[in-house]
């Protein structure tokens, strides 16, 4: 096993356990999240940071969920200035080591990802949530989410909104659905100078209500 960063070794089928993401060990602010095989075989699934190197291999993850308008499409450079809201799953050939630089060793591809915007001084959006479709049902959502809630907390948050077609795996991390917008008058008027899209269906503006069509608004109590 690399020392790279922290392994937790899936169930009987390689997925993730409940709880298998676990505060980060090893010299990579990683996370582990799903294993196939244990250490010396098959892939292992990490959390780490985003980097601007991982944001092309972002956005064509995301591509196939905007497309179908279950993500909002944005621009490469919305990714970059974004990153650092960005965590990655990233699957890992347990053989390969990774580069020196931490980078990407070419055995290695993103196959989830998912953002923390912090939108005021006691709430922040999950958004861009998103697992490759090889990938689904393997527990790497909820890791990714977990951590993203972890991350909320850190930062001192008191509630984490989401916007999503997926009502059943949101509910089962703790969200619940909401109406109207969460946040008095005061804050709306603060929060409406925003140019972001994703801060324009928060708060449900009427430009962008053609993008939040279907979509349930859910909150977390953190
Ligand atoms: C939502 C999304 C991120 C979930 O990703 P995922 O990796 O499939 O999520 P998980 O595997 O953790 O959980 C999905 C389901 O599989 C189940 N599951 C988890 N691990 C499992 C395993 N090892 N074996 C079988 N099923 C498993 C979970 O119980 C969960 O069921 P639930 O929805 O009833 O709670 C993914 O469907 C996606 O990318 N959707 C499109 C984008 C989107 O809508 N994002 C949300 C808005 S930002």
New binding site residues.
Partial sequence: MSDTAAYVPG?A?G??APGAVRPGAGTVPGRAATGQGGPGTGTRTLLRPARPADVRAIAELVQP?SDRR??IAKDLISYFEDVQEFTVAEDVATASAQAADGSASPGSAIV?CGALHVMWDDIAE??????HAD??????????LRELVERARTLGLQRLF?????V??FA?HGFRRISGTPVGTDVFSEMVRSHDDGVAEFLNLARVKPNTLGNTRMLLQL
């Fill in positions: 169930g089928q997925v993730a969920y279950v993500l989830g999950v958004r861009t949530l998103a697992v990938h689904l049902g393997k527990g790497v959502g909820s890791a990714l989401c916007l999503t077609f997926e059943e795996f089962s």
